[in-house]
């Protein structure tokens, strides 16, 4: 079990827990890196500069939107917060989690 990378996906889901809805078509990418780096596992920024959370939004944010197949996120792990992390990560982190089951087509938000 990694707590650091544990650490870091626990504060992302906090951080949205405000705005995450289970089983939303709409969608923001949060960078596990960047996430890291604000708390100061730096280690942790460059392994995962390049991994991205999936966060189940209530509703459309304001800014670009583009339509993504569902089928992308095959192999993606739901935590109970409601975030979606590829399987991969969630192997690494240690954490239970069930398999995430995303819509048909998402739209992810850029803000």
């Known amino acids: 079990m990694d707590e650091q990378l544990e650490s ?3 504060s ?3 951080d949205y827990q405000g705005k995450i809805q289970k089983g939303a078509r709409h969608y ?3 960078s596990v890196g960047k996430q890291a780096e604000k708390m100061g596992f730096y280690d942790l920024k460059k ?3 390049n991994t991205y ?3 189940p939004l209530r509703g459309p944010q ?5 339509r993504i197949a569902g089928r ?3 192999n993606y792990a739901e935590y109970p917060s409601g975030i979606a992390v590829p399987g991969y990560l969630a192997k690494e982190a240690g954490k239970s989690f069930k398999t995430f089951i995303p819509n ?3 739209i992810c938000n850029f803000t």
């Open 8 to 10: 870091v996906l626990g």
């Open 12 to 14: 992302i889901g906090e």
């Open 28 to 30: 923001l990418e949060v």
């Open 47 to 49: 392994k995962y500069e």
């Open 53 to 55: 959370v999936v966060v």
């Open 62 to 66: 304001k800014g670009m939107k583009v």
């Open 72 to 74: 992308t996120f095959v």
């Open 104 to 106: 048909d087509s998402m």
